[in-house]
Structure formats: structure tokens, C-alpha cells
């Protein structure tokens, strides 16, 4: 039978969630093709080739047990050619299945190679372009560098297949660089140490709450404090004093009399953690596993909008801060920056997309297939956020960020937005001119800055005023109910996850609506005043839920005992949300990145000095309710 490309590509897709993997794959296909194309071979059969040779390496890596004999039992089962299952089952040194084949060899050369073509592209801020084989050769003397490529099969597969080393490095970085985009090797200036496919998982990061405390007291001796105030309330101080009055008021206040915020905290204190003692606290475990991707801590960045109104770095130093830790970012629908631009600086690191449901399906498919593209792990529907919650500080201050052309890049840089922009619309965008007195004229600027546009052509076109325009018209629909999910069900693969849920029936109701997960939110007491703390909820909806599917918790987490408590109740992981603003505000990337090992490395120890050992065993039984 012919072999289609696409059909590879597709049957690797189903069983293949990784991005890392995917991407290994895809470079695998731009060696194998170009050495096809070379040596006039049938390039639909080695592209696929290239791309089936992992197939079964996420489900069964094991090489005992797993990878490749699974895959070869399916490719047989599917009938593709046994000299592409050959070779498959070749490119496994340890299965001992002999190389007879051009095609087999070409795999075992270009394998190894290519993943280690792409560590070398990836710690450089220009990526692959400039890539010498000379460099590749220096960094493959490194003993240290991408340890997890086998340095001596590199050599081997170039011998067996009889070629000149330097030729071949050359070949294959050619062929990569050719497709640098989709293989997310153009370089951004942000250098990512990752490692072949088997450990890209990023820096390390320090998610030991010993180590934190101990380079705080460290750098202490030398006279250093912490860049960001560890305390919550002086944290949210310091922030305040960063920002302007009306960033602050956006970020920090809530709906009504903020009654729900206060419940939120509350909540927490009603709580006690009741420590156990002489149980050993030596070796604490926090990974959790979440939709099939292993986690160091049981803690996610929460879909905060508007970022730049803390820090002009925004979502990129979010992102690089969430990556560096190697903790979630979500991205929110309101971001400051478009989600291609944070997944590119973020390289391998895991990332999920939030989806404020459009009034427009075009642009909701277009939002969701953006996200698939950019390696979101699952996409976040916030479901509390149909209308805008009643906020008076805001209101006091007659300040609503996206009118002033903030918050609303996913929609600027999307080409299903932007091209709305070329059509009259019928969905409510106003026709009429604010009246022009100095105010108005500043703050058509500044929205005129936000849209990429270059500034004058979109100050001259009306652009950013019609998109401002637009965005308020259909940003969210109000209609919404549960007879809409299924239609966006249909268009992903994705876990779906809602967030916003507090009541058990709702929970219920997701999971039959075939939702993968929940997120306990009730926005950071932002919408309704007097809405239940998400903590008081939290009980009830496990238990309808009864462990079907993770139930994840946000609104008023500000430490590491806050996220031991939900943990301990049944939640599968917690969301951080103002406290990792505040951070941004106070010092960009570097203050996120404390924030983080600040609430991880407080979860730590109070893991350990409440007796217990990891924090995917935690029990309500640890707690007591006062
Ligand atoms: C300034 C700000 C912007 C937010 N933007 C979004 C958003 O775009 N999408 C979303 O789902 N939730 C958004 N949220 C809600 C957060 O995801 C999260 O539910 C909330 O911050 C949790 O409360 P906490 O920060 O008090 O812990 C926002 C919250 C804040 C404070």
C-alpha cells in the first residue's frame, strides 16, 4: 500500500499528546526527507517513517517492556510496509533488530541527532539560525549539556550510514532549520536548557522549601533580601506602591463590598491543620499528575488578564517565570500578549489555554485551534465572567482596561478578529465618537499603541478604535448555557476543564456534559458579592464528582498552608492568581519566579511538619474544622 504522510501524522497524533514528542517527530521527518530527497527515494514513506518511529513512546516508553514493540505490533496490525516497520523497530539498539535498509539507517543516524540539533538551537537566543556543526560538535563533548543523548550513537549512526560527520550534522541542521518555526527553533532571546526528548522538562526547579529558606537566610549574610516581600499583606503593599491607582484598583478589589473576598479568606481559617508527629519528614513529595503530564507541584499560574497593567514584561515574563519553575501558565483569553509570543518563550514547559466563550464560533474555533497549535495542554472555559461583575472601585474610578485597548491581544493578533475588522458590523459596535477633550485624546493613543499595527497607520486607519469596538461587542456571550459545550467538545481533543463551578449539580452536570475537569472558583470574589467562599464549596463537589475527573481550586490561596488545606480536602491541585501579580508588579519575572518558590517552598514544609509525605496522599483527617 502507498504510505501517506498525513495519515502518520494523524495516527501519531492519537496517541501522542506531547508537544516536546511531537516536535522530536517533526524533526526526525525534515532529516528523513531531506536525505530521501537526495537519494530519490519514495519521501512520503520515509517522512512517515520518521514520524511512526516514536509512536508508542508516551503510553509505553518502557524499553523492558515498551517502546517500540508496541508500535511495530500496530504497524503490522495496520499493514504499513515491513520496511518501514523494520526500521521502526531498528532505530531500538537494545531490541537488536538488524539495519538492512537505507531507510532503517537513516532513521538510527538522524534520530538521536535531531534532538540533540535542537538542544543546541534551543539555549541560543538566535535558535537554529547560525548553527554551525561546529557548535554542535563543541556541545556534543559536553558531557553535561543535553546528557540524556546518546553521544556515542550519534557517531555510530553516521558511520553505519557512510557519511562525513560534518556533512551530516550540516544536512540535518539545513533540513531543520527549513521548518525552525513549527519545530519552535527560531530563537526568541529567552535560552531554554533543555534536554534530548527524554528529559525535556526544563531547569530544575527549586520546589524544596529548605533550599528557599535557606538562599533567603544566605543571602541574607551578604546583606540581600528577598526581592519581593514573602508576607501576603506586605506583598500586596509593596504591589500597590508599583502600580498606578487605577492598575491596583482593577487588580486588587472586588465585586460589591467584596464580602466574597473576605469569605474566601475566611474560609481558610476555619480550617486547622492538626500536625502529626515522629513520622519521618525527610523526603516530601509534591508531583502530581494532571491530564497525563507529571507536575513538581500541585500548583498552576491562574488565567490573570491585563498583565500589563503590573509590569510592561506582562505575560511574556509570566510565562518565562511559570517555565523557568516549571509550574502551568494559563493563559488568559484577556492576555496582554498574544499566546503565540508566551509559548515560544516558554519552550517545552507546560501550558494550558483559558477561553472566554465569544459571541463569534469562528473565533472561538479559531481561539482553540491557536491554543492546539501553541502545545496547550487543555483548555480552561471560565464560565463566571458572562457579564462583567459589579465593582465599584472601578466604577469609582470609571476605569475598565480593555477600553483603553489593554487586555485584548489574543483578539488583535488573531486572523479571524482581524478580519471582522474588514467587515461593517451588526453586533453592536458603536458608532458613536466619545466626545474629543484631552482625556479622550490620550486614551485613544494609548489603544492606538496596543494594536500591532505600527501606531500611526493604526492612529490614521481607525483600527484600534474599531477593535476596541469590536472586542466589547462580542469578548463573551451572556446566552450561554449547557447545551453550548458540546459544540466546542466536537472541535478539541483537549481535556476541558470548567472553571467557575460551585454548586455539587453543576459539577454533575460537567461531567456529563463530558468536561474532563473543574476549577472551585469563584474568581477572586470579583463577580458576584456574597457568593460562597470556594473552599466552603469545595467538599460538596468532590463528593459529586466522587473522583471522576482532578477538581482544581483558586480564590484566596496566598500561601502554602492555604493550598495544604484544599489539597488535604480532595483538591487535585490549586490555581495562583493575585499574589504572582503582585510579584510581577513588584520585580517582573524574577519577583513571579519568588512568589512561586515562596507559596511551593511554604507547601513543602508544611507538608513535612504536619507528618506527612507527599501531598497526593493528603486526607481531610489532617485537618479540623474550628
Ligand atoms: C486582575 C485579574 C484578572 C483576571 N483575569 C481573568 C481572566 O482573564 N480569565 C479568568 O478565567 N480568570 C481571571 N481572573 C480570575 C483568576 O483566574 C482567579 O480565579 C482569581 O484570581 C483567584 O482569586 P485570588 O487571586 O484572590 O486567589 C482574574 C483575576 C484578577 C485578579
Avoid at 525552525?180 to 526568541?188: C, I, N, R, S, V
Avoid at 498574544?338 to 516558554?346: D, F, K, N
Wanted: some cysteine; proline content about 5%.
Amino acid at each position: 500500500m502507498g504510505v501517506s504522510r498525513d495519515e502518520a501524522w494523524r495516527l501519531f497524533c492519537e496517541w501522542t499528546e506531547s508537544d516536546s514528542l511531537r516536535r522530536h517527530v517533526l524533526g526526525v521527518e525534515a532529516a528523513m526527507r531531506a536525505y530521501a530527497r537526495e537519494g530519490g527515494e519514495d519521501e512520503e514513506l520515509w517522512a512517515a517513517t520518521g514520524i511512526l518511529h516514536d509512536l508508542d513512546y508516551e503510553r509505553y516508553p518502557d524499553p523492558d517492556t515498551g517502546h517500540p514493540r508496541l508500535a511495530v505490533a500496530e504497524l503490522e496490525r495496520r499493514d504499513y510496509p515491513p520496511e518501514l516497520v523494520d526500521a521502526v523497530a531498528g532505530h531500538a539498539e537494545y531490541l537488536g533488530v538488524p539495519r538492512t535498509t537505507p531507510l532503517a539507517r537513516t532513521l538510527f543516524a538522524v534520530d538521536e541527532l535531531s534532538g540533540f540539533v535542537a538542544a543546541c538551537a534551543r539555549v541560543r537566543p538566535e535558535g537554529i539560525h547560525g548553527l554551525t556543526p561546529k557548535s554542535v560538535k563543541k556541545k556534543l563533548k559536553q558531557a553535561s549539556f543535553a546528557a540524556a543523548v546518546d553521544r556515542e550513537q550519534v557517531h555510530r549512526g553516521a558511520e553505519e550510514l557512510g557519511v562525513d560527520f560534518d556533512t551530516h550534522v550540516a544536512k540535518v541542521i539545513a533540513a531543520m532549520e527549513e521548518r525552525a518555526t513549527e519545530l519552535d527553533l527560531k530563537g526568541d532571546g529567552s535560552a531554554w536548557a533543555g534536554g534530548g526528548r527524554h528529559r525535556a522538562r526544563g531547569r530544575a526547579a527549586a520546589m524544596n522549601g529548605r533550599e528557599r529558606q535557606s538562599a533567603v537566610y544566605t543571602g541574607g549574610v551578604s546583606g540581600r533580601r528577598p526581592r519581593v516581600p514573602v508576607a501576603p499583606e506586605r506583598l500586596a503593599d509593596a504591589a500597590r506602591r508599583a502600580m498606578s491607582e487605577q492598575a491596583y484598583a482593577y487588580v486588587a478589589t472586588g465585586a460589591g463590598a467584596e464580602r466574597t473576598m473576605a469569605a474566601n479568606r475566611d474560609a481558610f481559617d476555619r480550617w486547622r491543620i492538626v500536625p502529626r508527629m515522629l513520622r519521618d519528614a525527610s523526603e516530601r513529595r509534591l508531583e502530581t499528575e494532571l491530564f497525563g503530564r507529571t507536575l513538581p507541584a500541585p500548583v498552576l499560574l491562574a488565567p490573570i488578564g491585563v498583565l500589563e497593567l503590573a509590569h510592561p514584561g506582562a505575560d511574556l515574563a509570566a510565562g518565562r517565570a511559570a517555565a523557568a519553575e516549571g509550574i502551568p501558565m494559563i493563559f488568559s483569553s484577556q492576555a496582554s500578549r498574544p499566546m503565540e509570543e508566551v509559548a515560544a518563550a516558554m519552550g517545552e514547559a507546560p501550558r494550558w489555554f483559558q477561553l472566554y466563550w465569544s459571541t463569534s464560533n469562528d473565533l472561538l474555533e479559531s481561539f482553540v485551534a491557536r491554543a492546539e497549535r501553541c502545545g496547550c495542554e487543555a483548555i480552561v472555559v471560565t464560565l463566571d465572567t458572562t457579564l462583567l461583575g459589579w465593582r465599584p472601585r472601578d466604577l469609582d474610578l470609571a476605569y475598565l482596561p480593555f477600553l483603553r485597548g489593554k487586555g485584548i491581544a489574543q483578539y488583535t493578533s488573531d486572523p479571524v478578529f482581524r478580519g471582522m475588522l474588514d467587515r461593517p458590523g451588526d453586533d453592536g459596535g458603536s458608532e458613536r465618537s466619545p466626545q474629543i477633550n484631552l482625556a479622550a485624546l490620550r486614551t485613544l493613543i494609548a489603544l492606538t499603541r496596543a494594536y500591532p499595527d505600527r501606531f500611526l497607520r493604526a492612529l490614521r486607519s481607525g483600527r484600534a478604535r474599531a477593535a476596541v469596538e469590536r472586542f466589547v461587542a462580542i469578548y463573551s456571550r451572556p446566552s450561554l448555557t449547557w447545551e453550548d459545550l458540546p459544540f466546542l467538545r466536537e472541535r478539541t481533543r483537549l481535556p476541558i476543564v470548567l472553571k467557575g463551578i460551585l454548586h455539587p449539580d453543576d459539577a454533575r452536570r460537567a461531567l456529563d456534559h463530558g468536561m474532563d475537569g473543574i476549577v472551585v472558583s469563584n474568581h477572586g470574589g470579583r463577580q458576584v458579592d456574597g457568593a460562597i467562599a470556594t473552599l466552603d464549596a469545595l467538599p460538596e463537589i468532590l463528593e459529586a464528582v466522587d473522583g471522576r475527573a482532578p477538581v482544581l481550586l483558586d480564590s484566596g490561596i496566598r500561601g502554602g498552608a492555604d493550598a495544604f488545606k484544599a489539597l488535604a480536602l480532595g483538591a487535585s491541585a490549586v490555581l495562583l492568581g493575585r499574589p504572582y501579580v503582585y510579584g510581577l508588579a513588584v520585580a517582573g519575572e524574577a519577583g513571579v519566579r519568588e512568589v512561586i518558590q515562596n507559596v511551593v517552598g511554604e507547601l513543602d514544609l508544611t507538608l513535612g511538619l504536619a507528618g506527612g509525605s507527599a501531598t497526593a496522599e493528603l486526607e481531610p483527617g489532617a485537618l479540623t474544622r474550628v
